[in-house]
């Protein structure tokens, strides 16, 4: 079994900057590909964004590319999405998920396949709004 816990949401102003967490526990993740997604009130869950954690390799949706930023910390224990720039069609509850896979083009690629994921946190929300 996995534990996903986001954290790092909050009020912010458009524009700003926010940086959540996944800290996982459980098992080692060292195989596994760490979703994030949003979904905001009344809306579908939409994919942000990737990382594979053996391979290192990331994924954007084109909605977030250039403005938000995936990564991990060296033991794999804590996967971070470092968002800039936000405006307040961002606001949503951000999650975290993850799933064993090989290779993160099998969930991510083109969009992000909602369906499938293994393992999911609670959720951390965004408010973006002045």
């Known amino acids: 079994q996995v534990q996903l816990v986001e954290s790092g949401g909050g009020l912010v102003q458009p524009g700003g900057s926010l940086r959540l967490s996944c800290a996982a526990s459980?098992?080692?993740?060292?195989?596994?590909?760490i979703g994030w997604f949003r979904q905001a009130p009344g809306k579908e869950r939409e994919g942000v964004s990737c990382?594979?954690?053996?391979?290192?390799?990331?994924y954007y949706a084109d909605s977030v590319a250039g403005r938000f930023t995936t990564s991990r910390d060296n033991a794999n224990t804590t996967v971070y999405l470092q968002i800039h720039s936000l405006k307040p069609e961002g606001t949503a509850i951000y999650y975290c998920?993850?799933?064993?896979?090989?290779?993160?083009?099998?969930?991510?690629?083109?969009?992000?396949?909602?369906?499938?994921?293994?393992?999911w946190g609670q959720g951390t929300q965004v408010t973006v709004s002045s």
């Open positions: 998920a993850a799933v064993a896979t090989p290779h993160i083009y099998y969930y991510c690629s083109g969009y992000v396949i909602s369906q499938g994921w293994q393992y």
């Open positions: 459980g098992r080692s993740l060292d195989y596994y590909v």
């Open positions: 990382l594979s954690l053996r391979e290192g390799s990331t």
